[in-house]
């Protein structure tokens, strides 16, 4: 276990002695350390929060997918990336991020585009004053569609970066 808290990006956590017990602890100490209990986890100043501040929805909402609309179930290449997203929050490495807010529907999202590593990180400014962010999601984009839905949204950026 202690191999995978010290894990960088861009390396993967890996798996494959654990039980699932063991991985879900594991994931649960990197999402605390990193996001939860992290008083620095900041994009350009602003703190971000979880919607509506419950913690234990995002940590399912970032290892997890929808497998239906009253189930999810974990996701391994998720997971393996949890700790990237300090990484990119932080913009540890300016050159590989692209980063841009689009509007969608009654929103505006901001999104941070790792293309070469195909992963995306999406936050919402708090509506009306703009003073934080809510971690809306994390991301491996492991087909074209995905990635290529991002890169289309890509296109329609605002001049800011909310």
């Known amino acids: 276990m202690v191999d995978n808290l010290e894990k960088q990006y ?4 890996k798996f494959d002695s654990y039980t699932n017990q063991e991985i879900i602890d594991l ?3 990197i999402y605390k350390r990193d996001i939860e209990e992290n008083l620095n986890f900041k994009f350009r100043g602003k703190t971000i929060y979880s919607i509506n501040r419950d913690y234990k929805k995002l940590f399912l909402h970032l290892t ?3 497998i239906d609309p009253k ?5 391994e290449e998720r997971s393996k990336r949890l700790h990237w997203i300090l ?3 932080l913009e540890n490495d300016p050159p590989k991020l692209q980063v841009f807010s689009v509007t ?3 929103a505006i999202r901001t999104y941070l585009l790792d293309e070469e590593e195909k992963y995306v990180i999406i936050l919402e400014p708090r509506r009306k004053t703009f003073d934080a ?3 809306i999601a994390a991301y491996c984009l492991n087909n074209t569609n995905k990635l290529e839905s991002v890169k289309q949204k890509k296109k329609r950026q605002l001049s800011t970066v909310y």
């Open 27 to 29: 994931l649960k100490v």
């Open 71 to 75: 189930k999810r179930a974990f996701e």
């Open 104 to 106: 969608e529907k009654d």
């Open 133 to 135: 962010y809510y971690l």
């Open 10 to 13: 861009n390396s993967l956590l």
């Open 87 to 89: 990484h990119h929050v």
């Open 64 to 66: 997890t997918i929808v």
